[in-house]
């Protein structure tokens, strides 16, 4: 009994969570239901790349719906900007009103948007390489992405992609514009006091090309046959008319479960297979670490111990030749007097751990927030804004920690110290992505940042961020020095050259290997879905992919730390933090091995955007990473050298 009765609980209070979570209503999330022939509002958002036919991808950028080359059929008076959350814009999304008029659970048969439109050479030359790209469009109906369906060969599942092509390649290479909308939208009859009551449950859209749909002289419109393609002349004036058609269709499925279609996970069973092999192979490979690691610091903490007490009985004559014979020929004890002693540039790896400590913090409590449920995809932009918000708040730790390591280095600029910590970092990372920020908005892509959500982000950081960090570095700075259980002596110790792999380049590059190694299988879809603008969702992968991410870091620089030690090398301060920290440099190398194998850019920019970015995120898990190997080594150092006697 008590064996079956843990995992029941466990297992059931796992299942309760999220569905506690949903019963929050986050802005967003509380269902509308509509009553029959009610106007359901279609918004429209902005065109995104998508993987095109040869699973490329061929531009990172985004283009607003009303792009004027673009010559979709705007709303009377113009498109009307929906509110939307801080994150939401940041990540790109720009909703907008748009001329459909659905109403729900009756079907409309042919309809035309607005009149005829012409497209001349320059907008057909845009428009045919944005469909070669491979564009989708993006509407939102009652906050449901309209979606296509898509059949999964390896599942044998149907499931909801979002986004529907802008047009298609034909097999002649022929670039085919999509004007007509076919919308199936999927309703759920609700009893509501007494009567009937609708919820949009899903949105599917089936876009086709018809050359001779056109409007009548009465004002009706004709949306012309199926199978004849509308093929823009890049040399002469296209005149079309954009049609749609609407069908709606009774759902069993519930409101609350009509994200389930959306979220596909391509493959389960090799996403679990890697994951579990990936971490059974980390778990193993630091069990034997940790046991051979503990096994050889047992035998040398009881050979110094067993050493200490010889010297002491034997005050007279041989025990001086005992002592210098056996205790100098090895170890990490050597170096007790210096292993404590300040590192160089104490300043700014105080100024990175208080930063590291904060994305720490940070990462940590998105993922949680993410796992149980309180993310989902119907709030669109509500991770962003919540990963700023953390973050900001999240200042206040950075303070702490960075005054607590500077004052534990010795360090004597303590108000450089109390600047740098809420400033350099943020402002590097801020101050690079408003440089990225420029070229987008050159290019005259919808994925430009406003001006007015950058002020935001100044503005957050300012009045949260940075007051939070100056108290927490206050607060810091009041606590007693953390001491080592070791006096670091007056003169330091000669490093003797390093040899094979703990040189500084071999052993940097090799520690930032089995990190990378335990986030490797994720990051290819996070960073698919970053940017293909695909809803990411498999947060309880993350979620173990960031546990193991963490395990590895420490025990992999705690290693490095302790084959330093033993070869008398003490300076170990920067070589863990560069040594755990490359687990970003393979991280931008993996986008770089991505961007060869799998992105076909034309131009500078996107790659310039491309690369930039990579490097921007390498540069964040940089810091995170080297920060955990530090503070592990760190921990490891202060509990070998406290199981010592030093006299
Ligand atoms: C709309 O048309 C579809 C077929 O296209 C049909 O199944 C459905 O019942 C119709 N809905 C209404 C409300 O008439």
Redesign the pocket.
Known sequence: MRFTDRPTLFSSVLLALPSLSSAFYLPGVAPTSYDEGQTVPLFVNHLTPGLSRDDQLHSVFAYDYYHPQLHFCQPEGGPKDIRESLGSILFGDRIQTSPFELHM???ETCKAICGEVKFDARSAKFINRRIAQGYNINWLVDGLPAAQLHYDAVTQTKFYSPGFSLGDLDDSGQTVLNNHFNIEIDYHRVGYRGKSQYRVVGVLVYPESRADSRVLEDGTADCGTRNTIVALNEEAETPLTWTYSV???ESPTAWATRWDKYLHVYDPKIHWFSLINSAVFVVFLVGMVGMILIRALKKDIARYNRLDMISLEDLDGTSAAVEDGIQEDSGWKLVHGDVFRCPKSPLLLSVLLGNGAQLFMMTGVTVVFALLGLLSPANRGFLATAILLVSAIFGGISGYVSARVYKAFGGEAWKRNIVMTPLLIPGFIFCTFFLFNLFVWAKGSSGAVPFGTMLALVLIWFVISVPLSVAGSWLGFRQAAIEGPTKTNQIPRQVPPMSGSLRTIPSILLTGILPFGAIFVELYFIMTSLWTNKIYYMFGFLFLCYGLMIITSAATTVLLVYFLLCAENYRWHWRAFFGAGMTGGYVFLNALIFWATRVSFGGLTGTVLYVGYSALIGFVVFILTGSIGVFASWAFIHRIYGSIKVD
Do not use: F, I, M
């Open positions: 659970a009756q079907n069908s709606w269709k």
